[in-house]
């Protein structure tokens, strides 16, 4: 964890999930969604459980470092999108799966209630 800040006690660490905000698991990446969706830092900090000087430093960052934090956000935002993708796909086979099983053993009479449940249902739709 090698710090990435000026101040005389490093703000901005970079850690395994990225710029980090020192002895919290923020990051960067995290207060970049509120910056992007213009919210004012006094919220960011209420949002985030931060004080004002870890959002003063977090801001400052990004702005001194804008090029850089745009673009590892841009990666992680793909990957966020890459990740929700996949397992929305997934779930769609495991539920589709699931549909096509049989009923437990001993689960025979919930079944055929729960069969006929559904039938009222679609009638009165």
Do not use: C
Not at 28 to 35: E, G, P, Q, R
Not at 61 to 66: C, L, P
Not at 77 to 94: I, M, P, S, T, V
């Amino acid at each position: 964890m090698a710090p990435v800040s000026n101040s005389k006690i490093a703000i901005i660490i970079r850690t395994e999930w990225g710029l980090t905000i020192a002895v919290t698991r923020i990051t960067l990446y995290d207060v970049m969604d509120y910056v992007t969706a213009q919210y004012p830092p006094k919220l960011i900090g209420d949002v985030l459980n931060l004080t004002k000087e870890q959002v003063s430093a977090a801001l400052s960052y990004i702005e001194e470092n804008r090029t850089q934090v745009e673009a590892e956000y841009q990666t992680i935002l793909q990957e966020e999108q890459e990740n929700r993708e996949y397992w929305e796909q997934r779930n769609r086979e495991h539920f589709a799966s699931i549909v096509t099983m049989p009923p437990k053993p001993g689960r025979e009479a919930l079944w055929a209630k729960l069969q006929e449940q559904k039938a009222r249902h679609a009638q009165k739709a």
